[in-house]
């Protein structure tokens, strides 16, 4: 392999700079070969990076451990350096670019030493699509390298296209000392770049996902009229065999995984639906010619929440985890598989935990809880293209066309199970308004309900008002953009309870969107938006008691107008750049909840 394999001199001269700040003692392009990769892995496995797991039963799998103060994104130190703090908005962490990068170069000065820095070229998206975009990351983290070949395109051919196109999001990652005291990750969205250090663990470190595909991709997506989304796509299949297509935005830990990829319930069986995931996470949309919103997965791997998943909540996403997936945090089991806490067969007698300590069932902390074997933010890292019901359009250049927009979050009361917003402006309301109990995904207080409008608080890499304004702007572009509905699968009883059982069960509320679309069946209009009668739920073959699809759809008006205090302060601190048509929106919604008549706006 050549030194410098590319003839593209402004990629040469960042790597030759960067390299001089880093001080590696090797330079190393990825060239997305098996041989590199398995060169890679071998080393990882001599380093202690990599734990080799049982061959036989999980071929090409791998366990990783972090560090245990490094398990998550660490929000509080992600930041939107633009020149202008009202260009990152007040929903962000900002910093003048000036300073971020000076603070930030001493902790990346020498951080390479005695470590070969690695170039991974890769592609968001299909290499050549019109949608995808490419990126460049450096990284000391072998660990890094070998999830960006799960996650991304990578390799020789990212090189040769950018040889053809020029620009790229220049990604810079260092471990450094793991040190989370000197942990940054700053994104220029106005130099195209991201520099990430003191973290070695997901979406901190892995740049083509949140901080390229979503922060600096949202920025691009604004100038360049596109939208990049935290949304997950699915095809739903009928037995005729067409398909429509659903992108739906769910925070962190949300169900955006479970449902990309559900399989029909039992009593579903016989409508012959079959599901197609075209991605787990981001969504990249735009409007094309014919005048609808055509979406890609820039994506090509899934980097999945362990803990729940097992055949019953998601059989498709147990058969892609055989093979060629890197586990991290998990509990290692002495037969060298793994598990965590709501996997298949019964709980281990013991195992080592995510932390690398012996572990058995029903040990305690000190102060009396129990130990988990496996992080709740433990997860898997594995190619899309081992899921049974993986896409067969997902190379495809142009994507999969959206018939339907869902918002959803995790609300333990107020949001039904589902509804419809009256339109596009209506629907970017109930979108920017949305809220969400926090979970293990991100460093903070689970279960605390925050505001997370379309599932992007974290992840949007400019103002959210101007966020807010080309959502409405993409509308009126659109000759016939989905409908907007929301979703909640997450209300519980007095006791705490699901009252929804959920994963393959949602398909029953997936199909009634569907039906929406296709004005097949008529709903409800009540002051928050359309809800289904309840008798247009196909409930065959799901015993629920009586009256708990009627409480899961329940409205309760008191509630709703308590809610728009919360909303309201959210929508303010945006003062005068908050958009009218969305105050609008707030006014008509609290008439209509005061009113006897609801009414549509
Ligand atoms: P990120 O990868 O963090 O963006 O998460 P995600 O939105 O893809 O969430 P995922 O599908 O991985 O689900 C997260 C957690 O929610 C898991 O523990 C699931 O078991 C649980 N979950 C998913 N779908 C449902 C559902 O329909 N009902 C209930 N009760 N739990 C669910
Ligand atoms: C999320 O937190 O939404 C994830 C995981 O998908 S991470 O890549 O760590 O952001
Ligand atoms: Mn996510």
């Not at 820095?117 to 995808?132: K, L, N």
Request: aromatic share 10%.
């Amino acid at each position: 392999m050549l030194k410098f394999p590319t003839h593209n001199k402004k990629l040469k001269d960042w790597v030759n700079k960067m390299a001089r700040m880093c001080q590696p003692d090797d330079i190393i392009w990825i060239d997305g070969s098996e041989e590199q990769k398995r060169r890679l892995e071998k080393e990882a496995v001599d380093s202690g990076e990599l734990i080799p797991l049982n061959q036989e039963k999980l071929p090409g799998c791998f366990l990783h451990r972090s560090a245990p103060d490094d398990v998550a994104r660490t929000e509080h130190l992600t930041f939107i350096c633009t020149r202008r703090k009202r260009d990152a908005g007040p929903n962000n962490n900002w910093m003048p670019p000036r300073s971020a990068y000076q603070k930030a170069r001493k902790f990346f000065k020498g951080a390479m030493k005695r470590r070969a820095m690695y170039v991974i070229p890769f592609s968001m998206g299909p290499v050549g699509s019109p949608f995808s975009k490419i990126g460049v990351e450096l990284t000391d983290s072998r660990y890094v390298v070998l999830n960006m070949l799960i996650m991304t395109r990578a390799g020789e051919n990212v090189l040769r296209q950018l040889e053809k196109e020029d620009g790229f999001t220049k990604c810079l990652h260092s471990k450094a000392d793991l040190d989370i005291n000197k942990r940054l990750i700053l994104h220029f969205p106005e130099d195209n770049a991201i520099w990430s250090v003191g973290s070695g663990y997901g979406g901190n470190v892995l740049l083509g996902k949140k901080c390229l595909s979503l922060r600096i991709a949202s920025f691009l997506g604004q100038k360049e009229h596109w939208l990049a989304e935290h949304m997950l796509i699915m095809g739903v299949e009928e037995p005729n065999g067409h398909i429509e297509y659903v992108a739906a935005a769910f925070p962190s830990a949300c169900g955006k995984t479970n449902l990309a990829m559900l399989i029909p319930p039992e009593g579903l069986k016989a409508k012959g639906y079959r599901i197609w995931t075209v991605g787990d996470d981001i969504a990249w949309m735009r409007i094309d010619s014919d005048g609808s919103l055509w979406a890609i997965n820039p994506e090509s791997g899934f980097f999945g929440v362990a803990p729940g998943t097992n055949s019953r909540s998601n059989p498709n996403m147990v058969e892609t985890i055989k093979k060629n997936t890197i586990y991290t945090n998990v509990l290692f089991k002495s037969d060298r598989t793994v598990w965590w806490e709501g996997a298949d067969g019964g709980v281990p007698d013991e195992g080592i935990d995510w932390q690398g300590r012996p572990w058995k069932p029903g040990m305690l902390n000190a102060e009396g809880k129990p130990v988990l074997g496996a992080h709740p933010n433990s997860r898997f890292t594995a190619p899309i293209a081992n899921c049974p019901s993986a896409s067969f359009r997902l190379e495809q250049h142009h994507g999969v066309p959206i018939s339907a927009i869902v918002f959803g979050g995790r609300r333990a009361h107020l949001t039904p199970l589902v509804y419809e917003s009256f339109n596009w402006q209506h629907g970017v309301f109930v979108g920017a308004t949305m809220a969400s109990e926090m979970t293990a995904a991100q460093v903070g207080k689970i279960g605390q309900v925050r505001r997370d409008p379309m599932a992007m608080l974290p992840f949007c890499g400019y103002n959210m008002a101007d966020y807010f304004k080309h959502w409405l702007n993409m509308g009126k572009k659109m000759a016939k953009p989905p409908k907007v509905f929301c979703i909640n699968w997450f209300r519980t009883d007095e006791n705490g309870k699901f009252l929804w059982p959920g994963f393959g069960e949602n398909l029953r509320i997936i199909e009634w969107i569907l039906d929406r679309c296709n004005n097949k069946v008529k709903a409800a209009k009540t002051p928050i938006g359309y809800v289904p009668y309840a008798s247009d739920i196909d409930m065959t073959g799901l015993d629920l008691a009586p009256g708990t699809l009627e409480k899961l759809l329940d409205i309760d008006k008191k509630a709703w107008i308590e809610e728009l205090k919360e909303i309201k302060k959210f929508c303010r601190q945006f003062k005068k750049d908050f958009p009218q048509e969305l105050w609008q929106e707030y006014e008509n919604l609290l008439l209509r909840l005061k009113s006897d008549e609801p009414r549509p706006s």
